[in-house]
């Protein structure tokens, strides 16, 4: 079994990686240490949905713009943030979805 890493993701859930598959992860929901004592920064204007970076906001505002700027390089797809498009691009590493000109 490999070593286990861990990280936080932009909601404050902490992901552990580990084990024999690298790409799967295991939420274990705790704020990380640094956002415990915090409060959120920037609001939505549209839905007053609050984030701790202005970057995240922006990513957010993809959403209710349809704006879809980050491109997955091996379908047609694309995504409003780079998380989404991480997620996908993992589905593609782990055969579960079809490379474009692929065919099932």
């Given at each position: 079994?490999?070593?286990?890493n861990?990280?936080?993701?932009s909601?404050g859930?902490?992901?552990v ?11 274990i929901n705790?704020?990380?240490?640094n956002l415990?004592t915090?409060k959120?920064r920037?609001?939505?204007p549209?839905c ?5 970076r202005?970057?995240?906001l922006g990513?957010?505002?993809n959403i209710?713009?349809?704006?879809k700027p ?5 379908c ?7 998380g ?10 782990l ?6 000109g692929?065919?099932m």
């Amino acid at each position: 079994s490999g070593s286990t890493n861990r990280y936080w993701n932009s909601s404050g859930d902490t992901h552990v990686y580990g084990g024999d598959n690298p790409y799967m992860s295991r939420a274990i929901n705790q704020t990380p240490p640094n956002l415990r004592t915090q409060k959120p920064r920037v609001k939505c204007p549209i839905c007053l949905k609050t984030f701790m970076r202005k970057q995240a906001l922006g990513y957010h505002m993809n959403i209710h713009t349809g704006e879809k700027p980050f491109k997955c390089k091996l379908c047609p797809k694309s995504f409003p943030n780079p998380g989404t498009l991480n997620k996908h691009t993992k589905r593609h590493q782990l055969g579960l979805l079809v490379h474009e000109g692929q065919h099932m």
